[in-house]
């Protein structure tokens, strides 16, 4: 029987907004991140760790952040947290105090999983809607990946370092993709490269590395891969990822699960006593 993996929730773009206020006029970011909260809670088994990939609050204003941490304080799991585009370093290291993190600069950290480390990596530009990895933050990664080579990682960061079709969002993907590129054929210990968004499920690779997208909570950037409308959301079943990480063979392997967030009928069993199929 396979040992239970490590399991890292992936959560992200909460874009929480002012009490009261909905998201682009539409969606309560709010109520979807209570869900959410919920969601992780009672799972079974419990996830080891929370990674929120960005784009915490859509402002951003310390008002949401306020409201962020109301919303967060329920979570009875350990979690860790990097800005996205919508997010305020400032306001967020003021709101979210995390153990390790620089105190000015690229919001970068490590943390520790049993033998597996997760490496949150800030690839936000100040004022700026796409991402880059300035020279700190690929200095950091560069020292972090050779610091402990026999231990497998995973690496989170918000703007995906692909493109995806959806044109309006590509144009604010990871701009500097291929010096992460570079680091990453350099680094066989990292096992997945998990972003965020454009608030969809999304998977490719990216360097020989398995790479992801998370789907977001609340609301989904419209699947629209030959520009028929402007950019566009629309309102479809919210989700996490769960990367499941098993420690099989060198620097193991990950699997990575869609879960739906949500009331859904079930389990149901597909045999009866007698082991006969319903």
């Known amino acids: 029987m396979t040992a239970r993996p490590l399991l890292i929730a992936q959560i992200s773009d909460l874009h929480v907004k002012r009490p009261g206020v909905l998201a ?145 969002m590509d144009v604010q993907n990871l701009r500097d993709a291929e010096a992460l590129a570079d680091l990453l054929r350099r680094a066989p210990r990292v096992r997945l490269v998990a972003a965020g968004h454009v608030h969809r499920a999304v998977l490719t690779t990216f360097a020989g590395v398995p790479t992801t997208i998370c789907p977001a909570p609340n609301h989904a950037v419209a699947l629209d891969l030959d520009a028929r409308w402007p950019p566009s959301l629309t309102v479809e079943p919210p989700a996490f990822h769960l990367h499941a990480w098993f420690a099989d063979g060198d620097f193991g392997r990950v699997v990575t699960h869609h879960v739906p967030i949500g009331d859904f009928a079930g389990p149901y069993p597909f045999f009866d006593r007698d082991g006969r199929l319903l």
């Open 24 to 168: 682009y006029r539409k969606v309560d970011t709010a109520a979807a991140l209570a869900r959410c909260v919920a969601a992780l809670n009672r799972f079974v088994p419990r996830p080891d760790l929370v990674v929120v990939s960005g784009d915490l609050v859509d402002t951003p204003a310390a008002e949401e952040y306020e409201h962020l941490t109301r919303l967060l304080a329920p979570l009875e799991i350990p979690f860790a947290a990097i800005p996205g585009n919508h997010d305020d370093r400032a306001l967020l290291r003021r709101a979210l105090p995390q153990a390790g993190a620089p105190a000015h600069g690229p919001l970068n950290l490590v943390r520790r999983v049993g033998p597996l480390d997760a490496v949150l990596v800030d690839s936000t530009v100040p004022n700026a809607p796409h991402g880059e990895l300035d020279a700190r933050t690929l200095d950091w990664l560069a020292a972090v990946l050779a610091a402990a080579p026999e231990r497998p990682a995973l690496l989170f960061m918000h703007h995906p370092p692909f493109a995806t079709g959806i044109g309006h």
